[in-house]
T-cell receptor
């Protein structure tokens, strides 16, 4: 398996533009997480899905942020309109959730977003 | 609400020293706790996972312990090497919420 795949790896955009980040989880994993990482705030959980259903989006900072998971192999995180304070590295992670707690969370390489 | 704290925030040691990184969490209702390593500008790599029923896990020079009752975990690194320099993060998988919550990390520098 190629692991969790995120795109784009880097994006530079201007304030007000729409940004779409993409994630392909590991095949067979049933939980997907979107995190944002900044120097000031560390790793923040934005939203997570279980079996393609959003379970908790309380970490999504504002209505400008939205996330979807139309099927088990694809998720998007959209920011519209983008602002300079959204500049961060956005990570997607997936794992196979289960009561045993034996499964490892696997991260993608991240999407570095810069909003000018 | 689960809160995860890591102490110290930064640590600098000479090569060869044994060291301990600390992680504490407020809610003991967890499925597991994971330790990750992050190199500058890179993603996170899982180092060790301890299930809630376990007390420790070992991988090479790394040993992680878990004390659920006190809400603490430690990551022990033996005979540290310059290549161990990175940020180490712990993450708790909460059984109440299904969330994985991260600490702020400990940035380790091992000097040759």
């Amino acid at each position: 398996d190629a692991g969790v795949i995120q795109s784009p790896r880097h994006e530079v955009t201007e304030m007000g533009q729409e940004v779409t980040l993409r994630c392909k989880p590991i095949s067979g994993h049933n939980s997907l997480f979107w995190y944002r990482q900044t120097m000031m705030r560390g790793l923040e959980l934005l939203i997570y899905f279980n079996n393609n259903v959003p379970i908790d989006d309380s970490g999504m900072p504002e209505d400008r942020f939205s996330a979807k998971m139309p099927n088990a192999s694809f998720s998007t995180l959209k920011i519209q309109p983008s602002e300079p304070r959204d500049s961060a590295v956005y990570f997607c992670a997936s794992f196979l959730a289960g009561l045993s707690g034996a499964n490892v969370l696997t991260f993608g390489a991240g999407s570095r977003l810069t909003v000018l | 609400k689960q809160e995860v704290t890591q102490i110290p925030a930064a640590l600098s040691v000479p090569e060869g020293e044994n060291l301990v990184l600390n992680c504490s969490f407020t809610d003991s209702a967890i499925y597991n706790l994971q330790w990750f390593r992050q190199d500058p500008g890179k993603g996170l790599t899982s180092l060790l996972l301890i299930q809630s029923s376990q007390r420790e896990q070992t991988s090479g020079r790394l040993n992680a312990s878990l004390d659920k009752s006190s809400g603490r975990s430690t990551l022990y690194i033996a005979a540290s090497q310059p290549g161990d320099s990175a940020t180490y993060l712990c993450a708790v998988y909460s059984s109440n919420t299904g969330k994985l919550i991260f600490g702020q990390g400990t940035t380790l520098q091992v000097k040759p």
